[in-house]
């Protein structure tokens, strides 16, 4: 299984929206809603963002959202925070049951 | 709230077995709740998932590993195992336990650093 595809790096400015892209195709993200959302930051465990595609934990701020279209997921930080500066990661559910990940991308708020 | 915590050798040497341990509390591994996984991480690469297991014992694997882990799962320790046979430097890496629900990984542990080095 090959990973899912995200940009490697993506930036924006505090109280912008930026928007991280998982590509995949229709054996993983675009044949399931079983899409999820990964923050890590530095040293630390990666945290559950998002669950089926578009779904928050209780606890994740509502700034986080997720989409998908076609074989294509997408991440959405809205009123972007000093914070949220970490490495972003998406995985998905399998035509085969496993699970794979995207490559990560780091977020620079500048 | 269920916490995990992985515990093994930080260190194993070349064509050898990786073992780690992953204990549940504040829960069961008996609940049929969660699926557990393993995930590794190596140094400054991406995550990269390894398996899974259920309490029944049903297990799955990611193809590119497959041929050299086993997970198991021991009810009366509420612990996982990871087993990862013939190891090399590419093994060297983060192994987080991590419960999974719904396909996304949503409780991890801290993550324990093994290398891999004679």
């Known amino acids: 299984q090959s990973a899912l595809t995200q940009p490697a790096s993506v930036s924006g400015s505090p109280g912008q929206s930026i928007t991280i892209s998982c590509t995949g195709t229709?054996?993983?993200?675009?044949?399931?809603?079983?899409v999820s959302w990964y923050q890590q930051h530095p040293g630390k465990a990666p945290k559950l963002l998002i669950y089926a595609v578009s779904n928050r934990p209780s606890g994740v701020s509502n700034r986080f959202s997720g989409s998908k279209s076609g074989n294509t997921a997408s991440l959405t930080i809205s009123g972007l925070q000093a914070e949220d500066e970490a490495d972003y990661y998406c995985s998905s559910y399998t035509s085969i049951s496993t699970l794979v990940f995207g490559g990560g991308t780091n977020l620079t708020v500048l | 709230q269920v916490q995990l915590q992985e515990s093994g050798p930080g260190l194993v040497k070349p064509s050898e077995t990786l073992s780690l341990t992953c204990t549940v509390s504040g829960g069961s591994v008996s609940s049929g709740t969660y699926y557990w996984s393993w995930i590794r991480q190596s140094p400054e690469k991406g995550l990269d998932w390894i398996g899974y297991i259920y309490y029944s014992g049903s297990t799955n694997y990611n193809p590119s590993l497959k041929s050299r882990v086993t997970i198991s799962v021991d009810t009366s320790k509420n612990q996982f195992s990871l087993k990862l046979s013939s190891v090399t430097a590419a093994d060297t890496a983060v192994y987080y336990c991590?419960?999974?629900?719904?396909?996304?990984?949503?409780?991890w542990g801290q993550g324990t650093m093994v290398t891999v080095s004679s």
């Open positions: 229709t054996s993983d993200v675009g044949g399931y809603n079983y």
């Open positions: 991590a419960t999974t629900n719904t396909a996304a990984f949503d409780i």
